[in-house]
């Protein structure tokens, strides 16, 4: 198997063009899927693999999101539990529709390869991974992982607040922290969707990602880039709630150095 990148770029650019593209949803998720490939790459140097590896890294990120596009234009959301699972329909676009064949080359032959690729792009969303994966198969799935987790810090920052987080302006800066979602985030582990109650627990939410990034290149790139600590940056009316917020980054600081 080789990867092809002008291939891969070519066919991604065909796929997502048969969407509306005018469509900020849309614009959005295309950026983040390149940004993605382009992190994991950055991470799969740094772990000193070899050409064919990093290219692999790439693929991956450009293909772990593909199921967004059609699961956006389906249903109008990103969220999975009010649609569809989009690593699953991703997986299944993929491997069982053959989707694949527009990008890749491949035989039989690379049957552990596409394993590898298939398994990331399934386990990427998860809280956690499954048990049982062998070493390569879960630094594939950790590749992925930070990278996802690193860009979306950007969109946190970048996009605008009501597609990011499903609440307006003046909801966020009115809004408090849950006890249980304050306890998850100093136990340093993502939190759970079903703790999240109110417009800022699912800021909080995002900076909690930073605990479960896995390697010191993906600490570094989210340290440099400095969107993970501009996620809180408004002032909030609750001055208790600013205070603690203001923790929150310095312990999120902390964790990165």
């Known amino acids: 198997m080789k990867i092809d990148r002008?291939?891969?770029?070519?066919?991604?650019?065909?796929?997502?063009?048969?969407?509306?593209e005018t469509d900020e949803m849309i614009r959005l998720?295309?950026?983040?899927?390149?940004?993605?490939?382009?992190?994991?790459?950055?991470?799969?140097?740094?772990?000193?693999?070899?050409?064919?590896?990093?290219?692999?890294?790439?693929?991956?990120?450009?293909?772990?999101?593909?199921?967004?596009?059609?699961?956006?234009?389906?249903?109008?959301?990103?969220?999975?539990?009010?649609?569809?699972d989009h690593a699953e329909l991703g997986c299944q676009l993929l491997f069982e529709e053959k989707l694949l064949?527009?990008?890749?080359?491949?035989?039989?032959?690379?049957?552990?390869?596409?394993?590898?690729?298939?398994n990331a792009i399934r386990y990427h969303s998860l809280y956690k991974l499954p048990e049982g994966l062998d070493e390569t198969q879960r630094m594939y799935c950790n590749i992925i992982r930070d990278a996802d987790k690193i860009d979306i810090f950007r969109v946190a920052c970048e996009e605008p607040v009501e597609s990011v987080?499903?609440?307006?302006?003046?909801?966020?800066?009115?809004?408090?922290?849950?006890?249980?979602?304050?306890?998850?985030?100093?136990?340093h582990h993502a939190i759970r969707r079903d703790l999240r109650h109110t417009p800022l627990d699912f800021k909080v939410g995002f900076l909690a990602?930073?605990?479960?990034?896995?390697?010191?290149?993906?600490?570094?790139?989210?340290?440099?880039?400095?969107?993970?600590?501009?996620?809180?940056?408004?002032?909030?009316?609750?001055?208790?709630?600013?205070?603690?917020l203001e923790e929150m980054k310095k312990e999120v600081k902390n964790n990165l150095l």
């Open 165 to 187: 987080y499903c609440y307006t302006e003046d909801e966020l800066l009115n809004a408090t922290i849950s006890p249980e979602v304050m306890k998850a985030f100093y136990e």
């Open 101 to 118: 064949d527009t990008f890749l080359d491949y035989s039989d032959e690379d049957k552990i390869i596409l394993d590898f690729i298939e």
């Open 6 to 20: 002008k291939k891969v770029i070519g066919a991604f650019n065909d796929y997502v063009a048969e969407f509306d």
């Open 209 to 244: 990602l930073s605990f479960e990034l896995v390697y010191e290149k993906s600490r570094q790139i989210a340290l440099e880039q400095g969107y993970l600590l501009r996620i809180i940056h408004e002032n909030y009316r609750d001055k208790t709630t600013a205070l603690q």
């Open 29 to 84: 998720k295309k950026l983040h899927t390149v940004n993605v490939a382009s992190i994991c790459e950055e991470i799969g140097k740094s772990l000193k693999l070899d050409d064919f590896e990093v290219d692999l890294c790439w693929f991956i990120g450009m293909m772990h999101d593909m199921a967004r596009f059609i699961q956006y234009s389906a249903f109008g959301t990103f969220v999975d539990a009010k649609s569809v």
